[in-house]
C-alpha cells in the first residue's frame, strides 16, 4: 500500500517534488485546528508541519498505530509533543540547518538597523520629511558586541561581526574554548560580568528553564547606557514589560526584535517605541531558507518511511531496526559508560576514544559514538546528537573524539571500550537480551552490572579497609547489593566497584574520605 504524507502547513514546492519522487501520497490540508486534524491523522503514515501546527498528545494518541514519523520544516519542536511521540514509537525530525545563516543574517539587518536609524529614516522619507540630522546612528567599528549563545547561528553572527571590527565577548556553558578562540571571542562565565561592557547585546540560545527569564530589570540596569540589544532567538528570554520601562528612560538605546511573547503578536509593550525595530518572525523567512527546510525534511521523513536512518530524529535512535536488532543494546551500554566516566572526571573530557570489538566491529562506530557522547553530556542542554552530528558535537564541547575497531575482543563475542587521557572503562553483554556489565575500569579487570547508583573506591590495599567502607555505609543505612574489587600486579592500589541502596548524601561521601586510610579518590555514580 502506498504510504501517504499529511501536509498542514506550506513546504516549499522543492520539498513536494521529493516526496513524490519517492513514490509518497502527498495529502496537503493547510491550517487544520486540532480537532480536524484528530479526525485525519489516523489515516496517515507521517505528518510534516512547520511552526503552527499543535501536535498535541490528543492529536498523537488519535494517530493509532500508523504515523510512524512526523516533521518539522524548520529548527524548533515546540509546537510537538515529543514525550506523547516517544511513548508511540513515532519519529520527531527536523531541518535544524536549513536556516541558521537566514537567521544569522537577520541579525546583522537587526543590528545595523538600530545602529543607523534605518526604519525611522525610511518612516520619515516616505512621509515627505528630510532631517538627517535627527537620524544620528552609531558605528559598529570597534564597539563590542555581547553574543549570548555560540552555536549554529551565534558563531555564523560573530564571523559576520568580526567582518566590521567588532570586539567579541561571549557567554555560553556548553562552548568550548577552541571554539570560541577560533571566533575570536573572549568568554565569560558569568552573565552580570558582561553586562557592563557590550555596546551591543545579541542572544542565540534556546528558550530553557535556564535561559526563560534570563534578562529582566537587573540585568538591564546593569548594562551600559546606550546598549543596543538584538534578539533573533526564542520569546521569553526577555521580559519585555520591563524592557520597555528601560527604553522609556533611555538607559536602552534600541533594540530589535524578531521574536516576541504570545505571537503572533501586535500588542508587545515595545510596540510603543519608535527605537523598537519589530519584525514578525522572518529570521527563517528567506527563498533559500524554506527551500532548504523543505528538501531536507522531505528527504528525512522518506528516509523515516523507508526504515533507514533519520539523522535529525530528535526524540529516537536513529538506526534502522535490522540494525538495532543487533546492535541496539550497546548503544545503551555506550551511554551508559559516558555517563559513568562524566561522573569520574571533573572536567570535560579533551579526548575521547570509542574501540569496538569483535562482532561489534562491524557496526557503525559513528552511531555509538553517538550514544557515548549522549551519556557525557547528559547533564547538559545540548539536544539531540546522532550518527551524523557526533563528530560536531563533540568538536563544540573542545572533545577530540576517535573511533576504532577491532577483531579481537579478548575471549569476548563482542566488547565496546571508552578511553579518555585520564581514565577508561570497557563492557560487554551476555546476550543482547540482557544488561550490559563492566569488564574493565582504569584498566583493572571486573565483571559486575552497574546498577543506578554506586560508589568507586581506589585505595593502596591493605587489610580492613572493607570493613572501614562497610561499617560507615551500614550506619547510614546505605546497603550495598553488589560489589567487586579489582587489583593490578603493576599497582598497588585496589579499585572498588560498589552498587548500593539508600540515601548517599554528601555526608555519607565525607565520612568515607575522612575515614579510609590511603584513599586516592571516590566517585559517588548516578546513572
Not at 544620528?136 to 553574543?147: R, S
Not at 570586539?167 to 558569568?190: F, Q
Not at 557590550?198 to 534556546?206: E, L, Y
Request: proline share 4%; with cysteine.
Amino acid at each position: 500500500m502506498q504510504k501517504k504524507v499529511l501536509i498542514t502547513e506550506e513546504i516549499d514546492p522543492a520539498g513536494i517534488s521529493v516526496l513524490k519522487t519517492r513514490g509518497l501520497d502527498i495529502d496537503i490540508q493547510l491550517g487544520l485546528n486540532e480537532n480536524e486534524l484528530v479526525e485525519r491523522i489516523g489515516e496517515y503514515d507521517a505528518l510534516i508541519v512547520r511552526s503552527h501546527t499543535q501536535v498535541t498528545k490528543k492529536v498523537i494518541d488519535a494517530a493509532g498505530d500508523r504515523l510512524k514519523i512526523i516533521g518539522r520544516a524548520g529548527v524548533s519542536v515546540d509546537n510537538i509533543d515529543l514525550e506523547s511521540a516517544t511513548d508511540r514509537g513515532i519519529i520527531v525530525c527536523n531541518a535544524p540547518n536549513s536556516n541558521i545563516m537566514s537567521a544569522a543574517e537577520h541579525a546583522m539587518a537587526l543590528i545595523l538597523s538600530c545602529a543607523r536609524n534605518v526604519p525611522q529614516a525610511n518612516a520619515s522619507m516616505h512621509a515627505g520629511e528630510w532631517e538627517p540630522g535627527s537620524l544620528k546612528g552609531c558605528e559598529l567599528y570597534e564597539k563590542t558586541l555581547a553574543i549570548f549563545g555560540l552555536g549554529r547561528v551565534g558563531g555564523l553572527v560573530a564571523q559576520r561581526a568580526a567582518s566590521f571590527g567588532m570586539n567579541l565577548i561571549g557567554y555560553d556553558p556548553y562552548c568550548s574554548k577552541e571554539r570560541a578562540a577560533t571566533l575570536g571571542v573572549e568568554m565569560y562565565e558569568d552573565v552580570q560580568d558582561m553586562l557592563p561592557l557590550a555596546d551591543f547585546i545579541t542572544v542565540h540560545m534556546p528558550k530553557t528553564a535556564e535561559t526563560a527569564g534570563m534578562f529582566g530589570p537587573e540585568q538591564f540596569a546593569a548594562m551600559k547606557d546606550g546598549v543596543i540589544i538584538v534578539n533573533v532567538s526564542r520569546d521569553g528570554i526577555f521580559d519585555e514589560k520591563s524592557m520597555a520601562d528601560f527604553i522609556a528612560a533611555e538607559k536602552i538605546r534600541a533594540v530589535g526584535f524578531d521574536v516576541l511573547e504570545d505571537e503572533p503578536c501586535t500588542t508587545s509593550p515595545l510596540h510603543e517605541f519608535e527605537n523598537a525595530v519589530l519584525t514578525p518572525h522572518i529570521g527563517a523567512v528567506t527563498v533559500e531558507a524554506q527551500r532548504r527546510a523543505g528538501v531536507q525534511i522531505a528527504t528525512f521523513v522518506a528516509q523515516g518511511l523507508a526504515g533507514s536512518i533519520v539523522p535529525t530524529a530528535v526524540n529516537m535512535s536513529h538506526v534502522p531496526p535490522e540494525v538495532m536488532d543487533k546492535f541496539g543494546p550497546y548503544l545503551t551500554a555506550a551511554r551508559m559508560m559516558g555517563r559513568i566516566i562524566s561522573q569520574i572526571e571533573a572536567d570535560m573530557p579533551r579526548k575521547l576514544s570509542l574501540t569496538a570489538r569483535g562482532t561489534l566491529a562491524s557496526a557503525d562506530v559513528n552511531i555509538i559514538l553517538a550514544s557515548a557522547l549522549k551519556g557525557i553530556l547528559a547533564y547538559k542542554n545540548v539536544g539531540s546528537v546522532t550518527g551524523t552530528n557526533a563528530e560536531a558535537v563533540a568538536q563544540r564541547h573542545g572533545i577530540e573524539a576517535t573511533t576504532m575497531t577491532h577483531v579481537n575482543a579478548f575471549g569476548y563475542d563482542s566488547s565496546l571500550s571508552l578511553e579518555t587521557a585520564d581514565n577508561s572503562i570497557a563492557c560487554t553483554l551476555y546476550g543482547t537480551d540482557r544488561p550490559a556489565r563492566i569488564i574493565s575500569l582504569f584498566g583493572y579487570s571486573f565483571d559486575i552490572e552497574p546498577a543506578a547508583q554506586s560508589i568507586i573506591l581506589r585505595y593502596v590495599d591493605a587489610p580492613g579497609r572493607m570493613g572501614v567502607i562497610g561499617t560507615i555505609l551500614g550506619e547510614a543505612g546505605v546497603n550495598i547489593t553488589t560489589m567487586q574489587i579489582g587489583k593490578r600486579d603493576d599497582s598497588e592500589s585496589a579499585v572498588v566497584y560498589l552498587n548500593v541502596e539508600g540515601d548517599v548524601n554528601d555526608e555519607v561521601l565525607d565520612e568515607l574520605r575522612a575515614n579510609i586510610d590511603g584513599l586516592q579518590n571516590l566517585w559517588y555514580v548516578k546513572l
